[in-house]
Each structure stands twice: as structure tokens, then as C-alpha cells.
């Protein structure tokens, strides 16, 4: 009797032949009957039976790829003299199993270009997302979307791609890295390849740190064995421990890239704070008193005074940690405080999001709903977009 393992592949194996079969002739629904009886194929018909005999014989060359290693040990030798001959070599041990299975599915899928289907890199997904979903942070979409398309573009990069975004609670920090997850890997959040901590829950206790650490600098380095392309966000992150901090040194500094692999590892960090919220608000409420509109604030007005905020700051530990000092940010990315009018933008993506009829009067309403500083201008949404998904339940019938 079939056990574990074997008994799952042996279950999975046909299914996916048969899924993958099924894609292939679900174009031309009642063929197989009017073929029968005419004697003779639809146009294009023949050309699903090449692809079809070419699946089957593809699926037993991995097929036999599979039972030689798993169950036939004492036919290795043979499996391995007839899969030379055919111009294959068998993998090596563990992991590579599974990676003959998703070659061998994503033959039959569009899913594959980057190599590993967890991966997507959906930059044209992401730039319509940061456009007309993302409200009030040109800055910080513009910066994003170029870095990150930059960096996974580069043949060989030589260190990670860290970005540390900056701004107060609600201005779109969590949103902007959910909709980096979502494009760059088919499971967004939930992908193998995509770790979140949040510093509050995950690292409570400072006299747990170098517990902390070891489970920390481990789970990265099994998450990067596991990927080729991976992405590590670190929320709250100005309640970091320095030990934490520094513990990641190692994983942000510059390498020499290895010339001889194919596939340089890519990685990206991102680190979430609220830290400068108030060094932001501030310049931007005197550039907009001085005449300037909002979307013509660049990045050399801002990142300056933030980055000085940061590391003179004395409520955390984050601007003196070494990642800081040793100019390990590739970025500091300032979200702006939201005005009124995104405010109404976000109102309205939270009726839309639960498929739900709105009215301008409801948007207005749910905008006036929040606190706005200065308490002389009123400009500013205190909380920015947060919390406005519950205050739609008091506009609902």
C-alpha cells in the first residue's frame, strides 16, 4: 500500500495531466463526438492532437524522472541510462522534486516567465494600481514603482534593495507594501517567498532579543533559500530592538555579486514607520502657505529633512541602528498627509471594495467625519484613510 508521499504524487499526477489535457482541448467544447462520427478532424483539431501527444510524452519523461528517484531504487541505475540517453540528468535531492512538478505543470501554464511560478513581477499591474488606487502619495508611488523595477531588472545586483517608508498612521505605508506583494508574487502576502513582521507582535520583549534574533536571521535565510526573488517588510519598525536591528546587517550589506550563477538571489526589504510624520507635514504645509501645489513636491525637497528627523530623533532607536549609519537605506520614502479630497478618494474605494452603492453626499459626510490639523488650516487628515472602511457601516441600509 501507498504511503505518505507516494500515495499524494500518485494521487496529484493524474490529476494534472488530466487539468492540463482538459486546457488544452476546452476550445473546442463537443469535438470529441462529431469527430467519432465523421471520420475526419475540425480545423485546428489536429493541431491539439500534436500538443496532446507532446503532454503525455513530456509528462512521462518527468514521470519516470519522479519513480526512479522516489520508488525504483533499485533500477536507478537504469532510469538514469535512459534519461542521459534522452538528453536529461537527474536532479540532485529534495527540494528539485518539486521543482520538476512545476516545470513540468507550467509547461501547460502561462505561468512561468520569471522561471518560478510563485513570481510574477506585474509592473504594469503595479503602476495602474499605484495611479488610480493609491491617493495623495505621488511621491512615494513614483519612487517605488522605479526602485523596484530597477533593481529586479538588474542582471547581477549586489545587495539588497532596502526601502523605508516614513509618514503618519493611515497615510497608505501597509497599502503601498500589500500592493508590491500582490504584483510581484502570484500569493501576494501568503507567497513562500514574502515575510511580515510586526514588531509589537512578533519581538514584544526586549529580554527575548537574541531569541529573537536566531529565529529572525533564520527564518530569512531559509525564506532566501527557498526563493530566488524574495520580499521581507518589517511594520512598526521604529519599536525595533537595535539587537534586531543590527542582527540584519548582514543580509543589507554590499557583496560582490557571484559572476558564475545564472540567477542572482534578489532581495527586498522594506521597513514601515511612523517616524517623520511630523518633519513631513511640516514642509509640506509650508511649501503648499508658499504657493506650490501638491503634486510638484519632489523628492530633494523632502528626503533631506527627513532623513536628518530620523537620525536625531530620540523616541527610537531606528535612526542610531547601524542600518541607518552605514547607509544601508537605498531610500527614504515620505508619504504626505491627506487632504480632504483623498479622503473622499478612500471613502469611495471602500464602498466599491464591499459592492456597495454610494452617494456623493455619503462621501462628504464620511470625510467631514475626521480630524484635520493644523487646528488654524484644517488641511490635513489626522489619521489619514484610517479607520474609513468601518465608517462606512453607518451609511448602509
Not at 128 to 144: M, P, S
Not at 295 to 312: C, D, G, N, S
Request: aromatic share 10%.
Amino acid at each position: 500500500m501507498l504511503r505518505g508521499p507516494r500515495r499524494l504524487l500518485w494521487l496529484c499526477f493524474p490529476l494534472l495531466l488530466a487539468r492540463a489535457s482538459g486546457q488544452l482541448g476546452a476550445d473546442r467544447p463537443g469535438a470529441g463526438a462529431e469527430e467519432a462520427g465523421s471520420g475526419r478532424a475540425w480545423p485546428g483539431v489536429q493541431g491539439l492532437r500534436e500538443q496532446l501527444r507532446e503532454a503525455a510524452a513530456l509528462s512521462r519523461r518527468y514521470w519516470t524522472l519522479f519513480s526512479s528517484r522516489l520508488w525504483l531504487r533499485e533500477r536507478e541505475e537504469d532510469a538514469a541510462a535512459t534519461a542521459q540517453s534522452k538528453g536529461w540528468s537527474l536532479p540532485l535531492l529534495g527540494q528539485q522534486y518539486l521543482d520538476i512538478l512545476t516545470t513540468w505543470y507550467c509547461t501547460f501554464r502561462d505561468c512561468c516567465d520569471s522561471g518560478d511560478c510563485r513570481i510574477s513581477n506585474n509592473f504594469s499591474g503595479l503602476e495602474a494600481d499605484l495611479k488610480e488606487r493609491l491617493h495623495g502619495q505621488h511621491l512615494a508611488g513614483e519612487l517605488v514603482l522605479r526602485t523596484v523595477r530597477s533593481y529586479l531588472e538588474l542582471p547581477r545586483p549586489d545587495k539588497a534593495l532596502v526601502l523605508s517608508f516614513h509618514g503618519w498612521s493611515g497615510t497608505g505605508k501597509n497599502f503601498v507594501a500589500r500592493l508590491l506583494a500582490e504584483s510581484l508574487y502570484r500569493d501576494g502576502l501568503n507567497s513562500d517567498c514574502v515575510q511580515v513582521f510586526i514588531a509589537t507582535l512578533h519581538f514584544p520583549h526586549p529580554k527575548y532579543v537574541d531569541m529573537y534574533k536566531e529565529k529572525l536571521t533564520d527564518q530569512i535565510r531559509k525564506t532566501q533559500e527557498r526563493c530566488h526573488q524574495t520580499l521581507f517588510i518589517f511594520d512598526e519598525a521604529e519599536k525595533l530592538h537595535p539587537g534586531l536591528l543590527e542582527a540584519l546587517w548582514p543580509y543589507l550589506e554590499r557583496r560582490e555579486p557571484e559572476a558564475h550563477r545564472a540567477k542572482t538571489p534578489r532581495t527586498i526589504f522594506l521597513f514601515l514607520s511612523n517616524l517623520g510624520g511630523k518633519v513631513i507635514t511640516e514642509v509640506v504645509l509650508n511649501l503648499l502657505k508658499a504657493g506650490w501645489s501638491r503634486e510638484a513636491i519632489t523628492i530633494e525637497y523632502l528626503e533631506p529633512h527627513l532623513q536628518t528627523e530620523i537620525m536625531e530623533s530620540t523616541d527610537s532607536g531606528f535612526g542610531h541602528s547601524c542600518i541607518v549609519k552605514e547607509n544601508l537605506i537605498d531610500f527614504f520614502v515620505p508619504f504626505l498627509p491627506l487632504e480632504y479630497r483623498h479622503v473622499r478618494l478612500c471613502a469611495r474605494d471602500a464602498f466599491l471594495s464591499q459592492e456597495l452603492l454610494y452617494t456623493e453626499e455619503a462621501l462628504d459626510e464620511i470625510a467631514k467625519m475626521m480630524i484635520y490639523v493644523p487646528k488654524k488650516e484644517k488641511l490635513f487628515s489626522s489619521q489619514g484613510c484610517k479607520s474609513i472602511s468601518q465608517r462606512i457601516n453607518y451609511f448602509l441600509p
